[in-house]
């Protein structure tokens, strides 16, 4: 523990003569005494846990929601804690009108919600950009970085695409999941999805299978296929889910069919997942199809892979599709 020559970050009103570690080494908790006895017996007052929040993030170890609601009040305090109407966090409502005010809330809630992000679409654009850039850069809390990404992908757009082509020249891949979806928002696909390869083409296969529906499902591009049939060396469930949602045809799943493991386990899982909203909540949003399918087709093919890899995996798979045929394939093209 050392000293602090800053202003409290809990209360903001009394010196901080504490510095306690946080998640992030670098940028500690900066404390008066009472509020650093109040985090390390959980028991920060609703406005003291928001300052926090808007700092080191909710999810840093003393904020994180074991210890508190997202309205700041303790859960497992082990001191009393007594609150007045000033020691109240701010709601929505308090800030939404203030850009800067309403983007230090959207930091403090555990998931970018829809009427948070609904108040930040009334914000000029340009303003919002102004204030996530140097943000970005001044914290080194993953959780906020990422967080400014989100509102770059959900709420900026193209707006913010001069900001991202300058992440990817310096992304060290920490990341890239979260930069590969604002892009898959803020970028065209032809420009941002060479970009998302050429990291994703660096990775061990285990990291690959790992993120590779995360980092490419929101282009929701065909260009993906191809890419999938070239990258993919060891199978993994969420390469099926990647291609279901990225328009694929009945031909790219005969002719994965007929290569063999592992784009033949692929093919099935993507065909698997189009029936599968339960499982999985982008196949749930998207609906995907298998499309330009030739019906009298199916059962024979599926059939006759089967004949071929009749694995206990294979064998379920197969029933499945076949059960859900209606539901998985169509005769129509994209539309767009
Ligand atoms: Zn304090």
């Not at 926090?52 to 009040?73: C, Q, R, T």
């Not at 654009?125 to 850039?133: A, H, R």
Request: net charge negative.
């Amino acid at each position: 523990m050392e000293t602090s020559s800053k202003v409290c970050q809990s209360c903001s009103e009394s010196r901080a003569s504490v510095i306690e570690s946080s998640d992030v080494p670098t940028q500690p908790y900066h404390l008066c005494v009472p509020c650093h006895e109040r985090l390390l017996s959980s028991s920060l007052r609703p406005i003291e846990w928001y300052n926090l929040a808007v700092i080191h993030s909710p999810m840093n170890f003393w904020l994180h929601d074991d210890f508190y609601e997202e309205d700041g009040e303790a859960t497992q305090p082990e001191e009393d804690v007594i609150v007045t109407e000033k020691d109240l966090a701010p709601s929505l409502e308090d800030v939404q009108e203030d850009v800067e005010a309403l983007i230090d809330f959207a930091i403090t809630r555990w998931s970018l919600e829809e009427d948070v992000l609904d108040a930040l679409k009334n914000h000029h654009k340009t303003k919002i950009l102004e204030s996530i850039k140097p943000r970005f850069i001044q914290t080194e809390t993953y959780e906020i970085k990422s967080r400014m990404l989100d509102i770059a992908r959900d709420v900026l757009g193209s707006e913010a695409s001069e900001w991202i082509r300058e992440l990817w020249i310096h992304d060290d891949g920490e990341l890239l999941i979260d930069l590969s979806e604002a892009t898959a928002s803020c970028l065209p696909a032809s420009e941002g999805l060479p970009l998302v390869f050429r990291k994703l083409e660096a990775l061990t296969d285990k990291e690959k299978n790992a993120c590779v529906a995360s980092c490419l499902y929101r282009f929701r591009s065909p260009i993906v296929l191809p890419w999938i049939e070239k990258n993919c060396r060891t199978f993994h469930g969420n390469w099926g889910l990647l291609a279901a949602v990225s328009y694929p045809t009945w031909e790219m799943m005969k002719s994965w069919l007929n290569k063999g493991r592992p784009l033949s386990l692929v093919a099935l899982d993507s065909m698997e997942a189009c029936a599968n909203e339960g499982r999985h909540l982008i196949i749930a949003k998207y609906k995907p199809q298998i499309l330009e399918t030739v019906v009298s087709e199916i059962e024979p093919v599926i059939k006759g892979y089967l004949q071929q890899d009749s694995v206990p995996r294979v064998k379920n798979k197969s029933e499945w599709i076949l059960d859900d045929k209606d539901i998985i394939f169509t005769s129509n093209t994209r539309i767009c």
